[in-house]
């Protein structure tokens, strides 16, 4: 958040602003319209630390500049943070996101797994590709009712050389994928490589597109819900987790 404010203030418009004595700096009103469209900005804190998984997943390669991305570089540095903050008793991770990167989706669905806070996903719009197993890295998982996830094989973009050695990587890979979605959801492996592999539903693929309550009866989500639900959910296991520390204080 603080790198982004920074960014702010340096485009902020030219020319002093009426109330501030400091010349090409836009005043707080300004930049909060300039960034979020609004006037105002909540200021309270939060024990909650949410974390947004937007457009596609950049990865080693930098994607061109009008795609809408998310780097998986400044998500872990603010995980490991969030891990290591006291403030912080809970996170919650929403996703709107189209997939990409493979190796990068599974290290930031690594990095949520890992966390020892109470965690929470919640798919808005779509989580699809790998994404899904970002959606399946929390201790609990939502989906809106108008939400989809796209479950598809490994793809290769580019030339290709070396066919079977590639084959055998992709392979490799794609298993990686389906054992991490298996041992994060209820869905049994061969559920979740049927969905993978089925023909007829996707125009120039295989694979197949799951509405938000067939992705809970399918048990790759636990839950239908939204904001609220997610939140309620994560202070849930925020409160859980206190009572044990509380009950050894007493003793």
């Known amino acids: ?73 400044h998500l872990i540095p603010q995980l490991a943070a969030a891990e290591q903050n006291p403030k912080i008793e809970g996170i919650l991770i929403v996703l709107n996101t189209v997939g990409g990167d493979v190796e990068a989706g599974l290290a930031i669905a690594e990095m949520i797994a890992s966390l020892t806070k109470p965690k929470v996903t919640l798919v808005l719009g779509g989580g699809h590709s790998i994404g899904v197993p970002i959606a399946v890295a929390g201790d609990r998982s939502f989906i809106a009712e108008t939400a989809t996830m ?20 992709l392979d490799k890979m794609q298993e990686r994928v389906v054992r991490f979605v298996t041992s994060h959801s209820r869905i049994s ?7 993978m592999f089925k023909t007829g539903e996707l125009t120039r693929d295989i694979g197949t597109t799951v509405i938000g309550p067939d992705a809970v009866k399918d048990g790759l989500i636990d839950a239908v819900g939204g904001i609220g639900d997610a939140l309620a959910e994560l202070n849930r296991l925020i409160a859980g987790r206190r009572q044990p520390a509380a009950g050894g204080a007493l003793q």
Not at 12 to 39: H, I, M, Y
């Open 1 to 73: 958040m603080s790198t982004y404010d920074m960014a702010g203030a340096a485009n902020s418009p030219e020319g002093p602003s009426p109330g501030e004595g400091e010349p090409g700096r836009a005043s707080a009103p300004a930049q909060a319209v300039q960034q979020l469209g609004q006037t105002t900005v909540p200021q309270s804190e939060s024990n909650i630390f949410c974390m947004t998984i937007i457009g596609q997943i950049e990865g080693h390669i930098v994607l061109p500049p009008q795609n809408k991305t998310t780097k998986y570089e």
């Open 150 to 169: 796209t479950i598809h094989p490994i793809r290769l973009n580019g030339l290709v050389i070396g066919v079977p050695q590639t084959f055998e990587y």
């Open 189 to 195: 492996e061969a559920r979740f490589k049927e969905l």
